[in-house]
């Protein structure tokens, strides 16, 4: 065909210009990504919540782009888009997805800073040669794979919305945003995404993973703090709702289209307390009434009362709409 003669013909200039090409793109992408993922949390105070939270999960499928170098297969160019769109899909189809594709691409990104940062150099490859012919690379980022996608997605006590949100999302977008602008200036001093997952050649030095460390972990702490400060402003609003004279206080009236008027859109009333389940379990979320003297409710609503008002993200949830992230 006249594409496979085109590509036969095309010069070694113009294959390094396109890789090159490629591989900016590439970083680039993963540099919105992950300043996406560090700094998306104080967008969901605004009206806009909903495709914050569908950008974000979004956002957190396509991550898993970063481990097209480990792919022999599509040619380069299209392995990272072929694997952001089974991130994207997989994300988008349940919050469990979402935390296996996060947990998938932040272990092996961790194992691959460890190979060099000079693990690659200390490991002796012939300690292997009798096992199959293995080879320590691999191995280290199965291992690594094998504990951080269970403690994320299955272990009671660290998988979970929690530390999700506030650990690995940071954390990882602390690591994409560090790659990719490593990958787009040279000045950086870091490993690109590529030269990161590479079993071979060994950095001749340890310096640009240590630069990729630094600057990771100094996103990531970023990341986790502003999760927990705004998770901190959520909880004091609160607070200052349970206080407001208004039933359910200001929060349950900003869910409401033109509080200022006694009637909704297009001159719809507003539903009241006493037609609108939904109200009223909205109501006895930010009560002090305790749970046991709720009238009218089910126990299936009183359960979910108690639950709401002991997790700030379950209450997000039933109150906005929202997803996992």
Avoid at 21 to 48: F, Q, T
Avoid at 50 to 73: D, F, H, I, N, Y
Avoid at 138 to 154: D, G
């Amino acid at each position: 065909s006249q594409i496979t003669k085109g590509l036969q013909g095309a010069s070694p200039a113009g294959c390094r210009e396109a890789a090159r090409m490629a591989d900016s793109m590439h970083s680039a992408c993963l540099a919105a990504v992950g300043a996406w993922l560090l700094l998306y949390r104080p967008m969901l105070a605004l009206r806009c919540r909903p495709w914050v939270e569908r950008l974000t999960t979004a956002s957190a499928g396509v991550s898993l782009a970063l481990l097209a170098p480990l792919l022999p297969w599509p040619p380069q160019g299209y392995r990272g888009i072929t694997l952001a769109i089974i991130g994207l899909m997989l994300s988008c189809c349940h919050p469990m997805f979402t935390a296996l594709v996060v947990a998938s691409t932040l272990s092996l990104g961790l194992g691959g800073l460890l190979w060099q940062l000079g693990l690659c150099t200390a490991l002796p490859e012939d300690s292997l040669s009798d096992l199959g012919g293995l080879s320590w690379h691999p191995l280290l980022l199965s291992v690594l794979a094998f504990i951080i996608i269970p403690m994320l997605t299955c272990i009671p006590g660290t998988a979970g919305p929690v530390s999700l949100i506030y650990v690995a999302v940071p954390l990882l977008g602390g690591l994409l945003l560090s790659l990719g602008i490593a990958g787009l200036s040279s000045s950086f001093g870091g490993l690109s995404a590529g030269a990161l997952l590479a079993e071979t050649p060994c950095a001749s030095t340890p310096e640009p993973a240590l630069r990729i460390l630094e600057v990771w972990l100094l996103l990531g702490v970023f990341g986790i703090a502003l999760q927990f400060y705004m998770s901190r402003l959520n909880r004091l609003k609160a607070e200052a709702d349970e206080k407001d004279p208004r039933p359910g206080g200001s929060l349950v009236a900003s869910l409401l289209p033109n509080t200022s008027q006694e009637d909704g859109p297009a001159g719809m009333p507003r539903p009241s307390a006493s037609n609108d389940r939904f109200q009223m379990i909205t109501q006895a979320i930010f009560s002090q009434q305790a749970i046991e003297e709720l009238e009218g409710f089910s126990e299936n609503e009183r359960k979910l009362v108690k639950i709401c008002r002991e997790d700030e993200f379950e209450r997000d949830r039933v109150l906005w709409g929202g997803g996992l992230i």
